[in-house]
């Protein structure tokens, strides 16, 4: 249901144009409440009516900036439905010709792909809006995708494998082309994308945010069965992403980390690695990287707890093992999943302060 104040729909553009004068005539007092009734957002959510009205005037703006909570920018979009992006994109447009401007406030950008499935098509308005908030919100530290348990609406009544296969495709292909389009307008420092196909883990191979990626989070989709092995992305991350602090993957199975050596490694800043069930992952990657890391100060690779290191007198992966207690890592449990050593950068700044 709209809100109502004063006789005025606040999701409308006609509050904007209420006297100055009688908006002053409002007491700060009174705005706060007043908004504090039409807050029904949840600790994540935005209120989306009180955005609206607080870029009626100043008076106005700063009553809301007393209601609107401290983290609601931080990631706007995570639980927002389809029918209120385009109302943000509208406050995040007018805010920006105000001076108020919301869109410096945005920190991370979810797509949910939930919104862009129409009954039996692709929703172009919500991949254009999704567009149109990344081309403003440019600066935002990430990209999210989630996993969505989501059966597309364009498989609903297809009865026959080769009609499944042409629409799977159709809808393959427009996501991978707005979540190349959402990297090409943001300056993003962080991305995670759940769910990826082995397909569009190599379309990310040749991107420019690769040179200013500082974590990557990428889970490929469990229900693929993938019999490809390409370590065309994985080279190209190793050559290209200097400035990478935290690296998370998790059951990417098409890559292999074959024949890369710590000196194909530019990884100077890296801290964190997680490697789980990266099944066909070679022992001598994760040798390489600590190797090349003299940063990285946390290893979680599960697969060593699934190696009985006893069998074999000359395991490849006892050379792991040691070459992480040489360089002063200890296990963190019993199962030596997770390897940790002194953070040297908290160090640094311990011994500097």
Not at 21 to 37: H, Q, R
Not at 39 to 67: F, G, K, M, R, Y
Not at 126 to 135: D, L, N, R
Not at 275 to 290: E, G, H, I
């Amino acid at each position: 249901m709209q809100k109502i104040f004063l006789g005025t729909c606040l999701s409308s553009p006609a509050v904007s144009r209420t006297s100055t004068s009688l908006n002053n005539k409002i007491p700060t007092e009174t705005l706060v409440e007043i908004f504090k009734c039409l807050d029904e957002s949840s600790v994540l959510q935005l209120p989306l009516d009180i955005l609206n009205a607080s870029l009626t005037c100043t008076h106005w703006q700063a009553a809301a900036e007393l209601v609107i909570k401290q983290n609601m920018f931080n990631d706007p979009l995570a639980n927002m439905e389809c029918a209120d992006l385009g109302q943000f994109l509208n406050i995040l447009r007018l805010s920006a010709e105000l001076g108020i401007n919301y869109r410096s406030r945005v920190q991370y950008i979810t797509l949910n792909l939930k919104n862009c499935f129409l009954v039996d098509d692709w929703n172009i308005k919500a991949e254009e809006a999704y567009i149109s908030i990344c081309k403003l919100c440019d600066h935002a530290r990430g990209i999210h995708i989630p996993k969505q348990k989501v059966r597309h609406p364009m498989l609903r009544g297809i009865r026959t494998p080769e009609q499944m296969i042409r629409a799977s495709v159709k809808y393959d292909t427009l996501r991978q082309n707005l979540v190349m389009k959402m990297l090409d307008y943001t300056l993003i420092r962080e991305f995670q994308y759940e769910e990826i196909k082995t397909k569009e883990i190599s379309k990310l191979t040749n991107h420019i945010f690769l040179g200013r990626l500082r974590s990557l989070t990428l889970t490929q989709r469990e229900s693929e069965i993938s019999s490809i092995q390409d370590d065309t992305f994985l080279q190209a991350l190793c050559r290209e992403a200097k400035d990478l602090r935290y690296l998370r993957l998790h059951m990417c199975r098409s890559i292999t980390g074959t024949g890369i050596t710590s000196g194909d490694i530019y990884w100077p800043k890296l801290r964190y690695l997680l490697l789980s069930r990266c099944d066909k992952l070679t022992w001598k990657f994760v040798f390489a990287v600590v190797m090349a890391c003299p940063k990285l100060y946390e290893v979680h690779y599960p697969h060593l707890a699934t190696i009985n290191l006893n069998e074999f007198d000359d395991c490849p992966f006892l050379k792991v093992i040691t070459l992480l207690q040489k360089h002063g890592f200890q296990p963190c449990d019993a199962n030596r999943e997770l390897w940790h050593r002194e953070d040297k950068d908290k160090k640094d700044e311990a011994q500097q302060g």
